[in-house]
């Protein structure tokens, strides 16, 4: 394999998964996208052996791919049992249960949601169709490029503005850019891999102005790390019928990552747009849609594996900031930083001791991204860091 194996060919290659790992090659030198040589951000060993996943088993601290450590809700267990007794049935009703529950929490209606085994399938549909005879997607960089890469291969221009100087998407910035052939804006918001978010208020006056010219595509995979509180409502901007598509999945919080469930919030219009380049809401089994229900209605397992997070995330980052790191203040289950050695011996020692990091090349400097773990997964990747870096 070439080294500068992309993460799709990584995937494609090893033949072992479908699912997003959230991993990504997008290291460019110069904001422009994709100007300046893209890297992969497997600089590991690991990522270029025959069977790469072979070894992914026997790590002890897996925090490269922003999953749920703690597994899936109880209820969500039980579930599943009680769906495989009628895994012989098509989910004729079930995705309207779960759609009635996101509709009452969201405030908007069940037209406005699409379910998809994944929100990767919303990502890729989205890219498909705007990336349609041409045109720019207006993003930021450093972002989560499935998307990108994607619509980049259906033939759109990909410009990717600079972040701020604190990791933040450059909202003025965007908005300043959009031109004529700008097809859609994607917004990956808390970012991955900064962890960052923007203000909400600016968000919503962005999408106000922008959304009347150009569908805004809004990804919220990490939003459910927030407290219910304090996370931002934007199923409001689509019940207003501004052309926002709100990408959500259950991979995070509620643990499903090889589970499969996602879903889009937008307008009617734009889902059935959408909807044609995908299975529609049938895509999802029976199975993890009945799981999907008893999940999102047991709020005390989200709120446990909300607090689990902030708490490994806060030791991770204060152990960090003691050894003099300075860690990007993250809204989500991973972090990232800047480290002192290359990306690619750094990685090597770390899967060589079992644990199970992504890293990237940006402007030069080079950063470790480390997802949330268990406390004790944190501790271990601590221990293992330290041994690295000296
Ligand atoms: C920002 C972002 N969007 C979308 C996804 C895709 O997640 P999934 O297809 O598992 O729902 C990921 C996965 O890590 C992600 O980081």
């Known amino acids: 394999m070439s080294s500068q194996l992309t993460r799709r060919d990584w995937l494609r290659a090893s033949g072992l998964l479908t699912a997003s790992l959230g991993l990504s090659r997008f290291t460019p030198a110069e904001a422009a996208y994709p100007a300046a040589p893209l890297v992969s951000t497997f600089t590991n060993e690991f990522a270029f052996t025959d069977d790469p996943f072979e070894k992914m088993g026997s790590l002890r601290a897996r925090l490269l791919a922003n999953e749920n450590p703690l597994g899936i809700s109880p209820n969500a267990k039980q579930a599943l049992v009680k769906a495989a007794e009628i895994g012989n049935r098509y989910a004729f009703m079930e995705f309207g249960q779960l759609k009635k529950l996101i509709a ?173 380049y995908t299975n529609g809401d049938f895509a999802v089994s029976i199975t993890t849609l009945m799981a999907g229900i008893a999940s999102y209605q047991d709020k005390d397992w989200q709120n446990h594996c909300r607090a689990e997070n902030a708490k490994a995330r806060a030791y991770t980052t204060k152990a960090l900031a003691d050894m003099g790191y300075e860690v990007i203040p993250s809204s989500t289950n991973f972090i990232l930083f800047p480290i002192r050695m290359k990306t690619g011996p750094f990685s090597n020692q770390m899967f060589a001791q079992g644990i199970g990091i992504q890293t990237r090349d940006f402007n030069g400097q080079p950063y470790c991204r480390v997802s949330v773990g268990t406390m004790d997964e944190m501790a271990i990747f601590m221990d293992g860091f330290k041994k690295v870096v000296g």
């Open 104 to 276: 009452a929490d969201e405030g908007v209606k069940a037209e406005n949601i699409l379910m998809s085994p994944g929100s990767s399938d919303i990502l890729m549909a989205a890219a498909d169709n705007f990336a349609k005879g041409g045109g720019t997607i207006l993003t930021s960089v450093m972002t989560y490029d499935d998307l990108l890469q994607r619509a980049e291969k259906q033939g759109a221009k990909i410009k990717a503005l600079p972040m701020t100087k604190d990791y933040k998407y450059d909202l003025p910035a965007i908005k300043a850019a959009i031109t004529p052939d700008v097809k859609m804006v994607y917004i990956v918001n808390p970012n991955n891999p900064t962890g960052t978010i923007v203000p909400t208020a600016e968000l919503e006056a962005f999408c106000r102005e922008v959304a009347p010219k150009v569908p805004v595509f809004i990804d919220e995979a990490y939003i459910d790390f927030f407290e219910p509180a304090e996370r931002p409502k934007l199923g409001k901007l689509v019940s207003e019928g501004l052309n926002v598509i709100l990408a959500r999945t259950f991979s995070k919080i509620h643990g499903f990552a090889g589970l499969r469930l996602g879903y889009a919030m937008a307008q009617p219009a734009m889902l059935r747009i959408l909807r044609d």
